[in-house]
């Protein structure tokens, strides 16, 4: 009985102290013992395990939603951004935010950052980022070709350079078309130095930062005219295509699906090349896209992923 | 956001600065976890998150100043052993654990609650069971609070028994207790896609023909502890949070018949005797009868507001574990024990 009551005066000290953030001395005040007294019992409150320190997640974060993820795709990270509303908009908007805090934080001094150039994620992403002052000898190199689309090779050009900025490095451009017409064309675009050049680093990726496409061709790119013909995206449904990283297609198992498009006219990053990069980041949101993620995480494409609330939890559900 | 000399200019994007915060408490959030949760010294937690061990520590320290961390106090087991036999004793419970809270206020009875809760769910949690939970409860939600990941225990599965009431916004989707626990647990949670109350009984059995729903619904048998809160009726509360899919004289008819509580929507009087209503045949969620059938049916509640329907939910036996604390365990044996028992007269609907 004795002991009980002691257990209870600890507590209360110890409830007294961290809940209801009193000092030692008023607390002493108030049961009319020494300061040394209260010291002591909270020290044994500690030691008796009945003090416990928990984490309370502030609104607009999803750290739960985070290590569900993690778990059940086997990722390492999952980065959930706060979108203010489901329109695509916003969610792009907070998922490029997101992108860049976490590339801000993470970066290595020579890290080599490949970045894939057809997305609108990225996008967003550079034009969020902060200048990161405390790595060096970064190199950024673009791993999918981006002429040919006006629109598409303007902001590809603008992503690799503005982003070689911000981290103070050398930006290598891939000045080749991301679709050519032929294996022919392909082979002579590769003799090109400053394409041999750029290639040569792909092996040389430390961190790879991509966007997911799916299938349906998005905004951007229909603007564009389309790239792939009305054959081969027939052939990609039927084969069971669900989206695609760097213009290279998967079905819903994440499993590449080589035949629909000659291969060869992809210029850029091959999909298993990805397996042997350090850190893959997919930054993508929206339902649109949903389906598309899903096969890049069972793929295990990438290792960190980048979305919104509202996509992540369409992603749980399954 | 380039300007001539094609530098970034500072503040090119203009985004609200709320939201140019978060990806930095995101972060205090996760290193915070790691190393006050699950026990990761600063060295682990920077490898783990690809961070320096020196941004590390800045980061708990920060996290310390933004209130993310917070030191609780659980009560040591066995504090009021006394309550709990005479408590467990008149109602027919298997377990009466009751918490120490400082004043009989509702902040710090909630307290009581989620660290008995948490210790409770911690000691005796298995791998594999099936936790069901109702969809909102303050109780619940402070349970998942004072909680630390179980040590050993693995592929435990969360169910939702109840539908979402109110409206499905950003922060409460954040909140999700399912998802909080089943971190907590290391397991999955499975979400009920629906409301908890539709509009008519047509729609509720149009939701019920949902393959997702009913995937989710056919779990509730197989759910082998069950945490639920307790509610009172009180209408303008109840009006307000489920966003008008009840109206007041629904819920002052309720009253009128004599509805003390609710568990799941599930509407009962003083006695424990389910009450019928209007909601009837309109709620997606687990009934009382089948909640009887959880091995382990555990009401988290406490507080003089709640008190008859915490009566009610006990002379009914819905329930066969109570977690409370001492001002509402010191009401209870004061209380009468049923007089009738609601529970036989209903328990058998077939």
């Known amino acids: 009985m004795r002991n009980g009551a002691q257990a209870r005066l600890i507590a209360e000290v110890a409830r007294m102290y961290y809940e209801e953030q009193r000092t030692q001395l008023e607390i002493a005040t108030s049961l009319n013992v020494s300061q040394g007294t209260i010291c002591r019992f909270l020290k044994r409150a500690e030691k008796r395990g009945i003090v416990r320190t928990t984490i309370s997640p502030p609104a607009g974060t999803f750290v739960d939603l985070e290590e569900l993820l993690e778990r059940k795709f086997g990722l390492s990270q999952v980065i959930i951004a706060h979108a203010p509303n489901g329109s695509e908009e916003s969610m792009q908007g907070a998922v490029g935010a997101a992108a860049a805090h976490f590339l801000e934080t993470s970066l290595k001094p020579r890290a080599v950052i490949g970045v894939g150039s057809w997305s609108a994620s990225l996008l967003s992403m550079v034009e969020q980022m902060h200048p990161v002052w405390k ?8 791993i999918l070709g981006g002429e040919g689309y006006p629109s598409i090779e303007k902001h590809a050009c603008y992503l690799v350079s503005q982003l070689a900025r911000l981290v103070q490095g050398d930006a290598h451009l891939l000045p080749a078309p991301g679709l050519v017409a032929s294996q022919e064309a392909a082979d002579v675009m590769a003799q090109d130095p400053h394409v041999r050049e750029t290639m040569e680093l792909f092996g040389r990726i430390t961190v790879a930062v991509l966007g997911i496409g799916s299938i349906e061709p998005s ?34 198992s994440g499993e590449e699906i080589r035949d629909a498009v000659d291969g060869n006219r992809v210029f850029g990053l091959k999909l298993e090349r990805l397996k042997s990069i350090p850190m893959v980041i997919g930054v993508a949101c929206g339902k649109r896209k949903r389906q598309a993620i899903l096969g890049a995480l069972r793929g295990r494409w990438i290792n960190v992923l980048v979305t919104d609330q509202f996509t992540a939890e369409s992603l749980v559900m399954t | 956001m380039l300007n001539a000399e094609g530098r970034l200019e500072k503040g090119g994007y203009h985004f609200p600065e709320v939201l140019n915060k978060l990806p930095d408490l995101r972060l205090l959030t996760r290193v915070a976890r790691l190393y006050h949760e699950e026990g990761l010294n600063q060295t682990e937690v920077a490898d783990r998150l690809g961070l320096t061990q020196v941004a590390v520590s800045r980061l708990l320290k920060k996290a310390e100043k933004h209130g993310i961390v917070r030191t609780t106090v659980l ?46 769910i911690e000691s005796t949690l298995k791998t594999g069971e099936v936790i069901g939970i109702s969809s909102w409860s303050e109780s619940l939600l402070s349970m998942v609070e004072h909680m630390h990941p179980p040590r050993k225990v693995e592929n435990c599965l969360v169910v939702q028994m109840l539908g979402g009431v109110g409206n499905p916004s950003a922060e409460q989707h954040a909140n999700r207790l399912a998802t909080r626990l089943a971190r907590l647990v290391h397991g999955n949670a499975r979400f ?8 008519s009984g047509s729609a509720a059995k149009v939701l019920a023909q949902d393959p997702y729903v009913r995937e989710v619904v056919a779990l509730f048998e197989k759910v082998t502890l069950a945490l639920v809160g307790v509610g009172s009726i009180e209408p303008s509360a109840l009006v307000a949070s489920s966003g008008n899919i009840f109206s007041r004289e629904e819920l002052e008819a309720l009253q009128r018949k004599g509805a003390v509580g609710d568990i799941c929507l599930r509407f009962y009087d003083v006695n424990g005797c389910e009450v019928n209503g209007a909601f009837d045949g309109r709620v997606i969620g687990i009934d009382l009868p089948s909640l009887r059938r959880v091995p382990r049916s555990v009401a988290l509640c406490g507080g003089k507001k709640k008190f008859p329907a915490i009566l009610g939910a006990l002379r009914g036996k819905w329930v066969n574990t109570l977690i409370t604390d001492q001002y509402t365990a010191q009401r209870l044996v004061k209380a009468e024990p049923a007089k009738t028992t609601a529970a036989e007269s209903t328990l058998n609907p077939s």
């Open chain 2, 75 to 120: 009560t040591p087991p066995g504090t009021f052993a006394d309550l709990e036999g005479l408590i467990e004793e008149k109602f027919g419970l298997t377990q009466a654990i009751v918490g120490d809270a400082m004043r009989d206020s509702e902040e710090f009875v909630l307290n009581a609650i989620g660290s008995a809760a948490a210790q409770f």
């Open chain 2, 192 to 199: 009920l896609p629906a409301p908890g109350v539709v509009g």
């Open chain 1, 219 to 252: 905004p951007r790119l229909a603007g564009s005219g389309s790239t792939l013909s009305i054959e081969e995206l027939q052939s990609l449904k039927e084969k069971g295509a669900v989206g695609n990283i760097c213009l290279r297609f998967y079905n819903a």
């Open chain 1, 135 to 142: 790595v060096s000898k970064c190199k950024v190199v673009q």
